[in-house]
């Protein structure tokens, strides 16, 4: 198939047009470099050396005889050059990576939220409109996250994006009929920052969009990525995907086993009391895959995968960290405003019964990831390590406690 990944320089989007690629689809990237642009505001970089554009698809190229175009385009921005983009390039699916995907920095201050909102909310958008406007019939798979749902249980798993309700009838008056009327809706959205709150506003551009225009939009609600490899990006050391340890972008089983590869205590916010739902990277690039080859059938309807394979407690990961690694732990101050601690159950029926076979949190594969860390550690700004952006400005920063000292 003709495939378009948008955002595909970022650290899903890359291994992700790597994969189709490889599996033989016709594959071309769309991406205004914003995330080595945010490196360089931040004063960061990636763990892992990784490449131009140019010099990793020349690599790609080298490494198997496949291409990929590049076709550099601010989504936000740029949408008329979209549009030609469309009628030239004539996908029949277009995944969309392209939003900025860190809830602490979408946190950072009233200029980061105002940045977050209106480019995701106006990339999506102005997708979803370039799509009905180029008249191709294109799949839309969308890269969302489990966040829209906040993190709870609700007393039930969480399903996958919809919720069936029974609602008491009321006649006209107020008064019940005794009738139980079955509904389907979203599920409450109760997202925990700015960045998960574009994520809640784009599920409602996709209903619109596939009830006004019959769209047929998938939206994968993922969890939190671990692992940085695929099959794809070891082919070349060129083809190297991105690691984010940094207190903004660094996500929190890759963060953990990077500060055990360089000895900095793991920064455990508050008690460490938070489930949530992750995924490894390889699994990652298959549901993508598999999403692509089972679109809905058609309009009204957005199709909701949950994209997740476990949850675990962020103190039981630690603690598993520090036995397999032998680092220490501290419980910080928690910059962020979110229960302290919470179960989560959900449902990710749809891909298990699709073929997926998860890649499960196993002592092997943290050590591959924290050995990455190793290798790569002469890059590490260790200053860039401690989470600095608060929800809220009057939240204490008081001194961590140790937990264990490294062995
Ligand atoms: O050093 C750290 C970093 C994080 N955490 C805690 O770990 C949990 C997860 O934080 P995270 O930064 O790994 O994940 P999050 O901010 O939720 O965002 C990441 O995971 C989301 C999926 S999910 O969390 O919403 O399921 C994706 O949508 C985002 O793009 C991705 O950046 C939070 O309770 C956080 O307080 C720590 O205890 N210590």
Request: charged letters at 25%; hydrophobic letters at 35%; aromatic letters at 8%.
């Amino acid at each position: 198939m003709r495939i378009l990944v948008l955002g595909g320089d970022g650290f899903c989007g890359w291994p992700a047009a790597l994969h189709l690629s490889q599996l033989g689809h016709d594959v071309g990237i769309v991406d205004n470099l914003s995330r080595r642009r945010i490196d360089e505001e931040l004063g960061t970089d990636s763990l892992t050396p990784i490449r131009t554009p140019q010099e990793r698809l020349a690599a790609w190229t080298e490494a198997t005889g496949r291409t990929i175009d590049f076709h550099e385009v601010d989504l936000a921005e740029d949408y008329e050059e979209f549009v030609a983009l469309l009628s030239q390039a004539r996908p029949e699916v277009v995944i969309h990576f392209a939003e900025q995907r860190a809830a602490p920095y979408s946190m950072k201050s009233p200029s980061h939220k105002r940045y977050t909102i209106d480019n995701n909310v106006n990339a999506t958008h102005n997708v979803l409109s370039a799509i009905v406007e180029s008249d191709l019939d294109v799949h839309l798979v969308h890269l969302g996250t489990m966040g829209v749902y906040g993190y709870g249980t609700a007393g039930m798993r969480i399903p996958e994006g919809y919720l069936d309700v029974k609602v008491p009838g009321e006649d006209a008056d107020g008064n019940a009929t005794g009738e139980l009327i079955d509904q389907t809706m979203l599920y409450p959205s109760n997202p925990g920052s700015i960045y998960h709150m574009t994520k809640v506003l784009d599920q409602h551009l996709f209903a619109f969009y596939a009830k006004n225009d019959k769209l047929r939009i998938t939206d994968l609600h993922q969890g939190i990525i671990w692992g940085t490899h695929t099959e794809e990006t070891q082919l070349d050391e060129r083809l190297i995907n991105r690691f984010d340890y940094d207190g903004d972008y660094g996500t929190v089983l890759n963060r953990f086993l990077m500060q055990a590869a360089v000895g900095y205590p793991l920064t455990v916010h508050g008690t460490g009391g938070q489930t949530r739902a992750f995924i490894h990277i390889q699994d990652m690039v298959r549901c993508i895959a598999i999403a692509v080859d089972n679109p809905p059938a058609g309009g009204d309807k957005v199709k909701i995968f949950n994209q997740m394979t476990e949850t675990h407690r962020v103190r039981d990961l630690a603690e598993l960290i520090c036995e397999i690694s032998g680092a220490s732990l501290e419980l910080v101050p928690n910059p962020r405003q979110e229960s302290a601690e919470n179960d989560l159950y959900a449902s990710n029926r749809t891909f298990l019964d699709l073929g997926l076979e998860p890649t499960t949190l196993s002592s092997g594969l943290l050590q591959e990831v924290e050995e990455t860390a190793r290798r790569y550690a002469d890059r590490a700004d260790l200053t860039k390590i401690p989470a600095t952006s608060l929800w809220t400005e009057n939240q204490a920063v008081g001194a961590p406690t140790r937990i264990a000292e490294s062995a």
